[in-house]
């Protein structure tokens, strides 16, 4: 398999652009089992620029039983970076706050409010290869010609709760337990955390929406671990342009 290194493209100047959203929805439910923990509910606002969807901000709201009882929330803004995007997420079931800053794309600066009520901040430098929270995605369509063809994509990946970015592998994968057009693998690309983090699958369809997220998410069990799920995307609304090229 052919390696390719992480470049971010550099766009043409916007010569169009106009207003567009994107909805979707997500079922998590357990890697055995079909009884669903929780449901995501995504709005994305952006705009097409010459027939190309370009976010700006979204808002997760996470939800339980018949979709009133919401427990969690998740703001990002993408006006710095695709890859690294502003972000505020809320579990106040567990008194807990997770605010990721960009600042002037020179370095991130994580300020998490612990289950256990302390307080911690830390400072991570910006790399062209880094990738935080939901810039994975945006990771994968950026890259799309590359890792639809068998190449793989490394970058940096941010473990907001530690402070530190590790060293991870984008690759195309097979697994039965993902029905998309595509199926990709994040892995750690070293061997002693490879040992200690599980990759996490993830479902494209051939238009470049994510239909599956299979792996460790953000939603706490309890105050010690998060849930393990395999989450389910449906599309709802898609913006009068394409979501990559």
């Given at each position: 398999m052919k390696t390719t290194a992480l470049v971010i493209a550099c766009f043409a100047p916007v010569?169009?652009?106009?207003?567009?959203?994107?909805?979707?929805?997500?079922?998590?439910?357990?890697?055995?089992?079909?009884?669903?923990?929780?449901?995501?509910?995504?709005?994305?606002?952006?705009?097409?620029?010459?027939?190309?969807?370009?976010?700006?901000?979204?808002?997760?709201?996470?939800?339980?039983?018949?979709?009133?009882?919401?427990?969690?929330?998740?703001?990002?803004?993408?006006?710095?970076?695709?890859?690294?995007?502003?972000?505020?997420?809320?579990?106040?079931?567990?008194?807990?706050?997770?605010?990721?800053?960009?600042?002037?794309?020179?370095?991130?600066?994580?300020?998490?409010?612990?289950?256990?009520?302390?307080?911690?901040?830390?400072?991570?430098?910006?790399?062209?290869?880094?990738?935080?929270?939901?810039?994975?995605?945006?990771?994968?369509?950026?890259?799309?010609?590359?890792?639809?063809?068998?190449?793989?994509?490394?970058?940096?990946?941010?473990?907001p709760t530690r402070g530190k970015a590790y060293e991870f592998e984008l690759e195309p994968a097979r697994d039965d337990r993902i029905n998309a057009a595509f199926t990709f693998r994040i892995k750690p690309s070293g061997t002693i955390l490879g040992f200690l983090v599980d990759p996490i699958l993830l479902g494209y369809n051939a238009d470049g929406m994510l239909t599956d997220y299979l792996g460790l998410t953000n939603i706490r069990k309890d105050r010690d671990a998060n849930y393990t799920a395999h989450i389910r995307y449906t599309l709802e609304t898609a913006p009068d342009c394409e979501l990559t090229r």
């Open positions: 010569l169009t652009a106009s207003g567009a959203e994107l909805r979707f929805s997500g079922t998590a439910a357990p890697l055995k089992g079909d009884r669903a923990i929780y449901e995501e509910h995504h709005l994305v606002e952006g705009e097409c620029s010459d027939g190309l969807f370009r976010p700006n901000a979204q808002t997760v709201t996470y939800v339980r039983g018949d979709g009133d009882d919401q427990f969690a929330q998740k703001k990002l803004s993408y006006g710095d970076s695709l890859l690294r995007p502003n972000v505020n997420f809320r579990q106040p079931d567990f008194n807990e706050v997770m605010e990721i800053t960009n600042r002037d794309g020179k370095e991130l600066r994580i300020q998490w409010q612990t289950p256990g009520d302390d307080t911690e901040t830390y400072t991570v430098e910006v790399t062209d290869s880094l990738v935080a929270d939901a810039g994975f995605d945006h990771l994968v369509r950026q890259h799309w010609s590359a890792v639809t063809t068998g190449e793989s994509v490394e970058f940096e990946f941010l473990a």
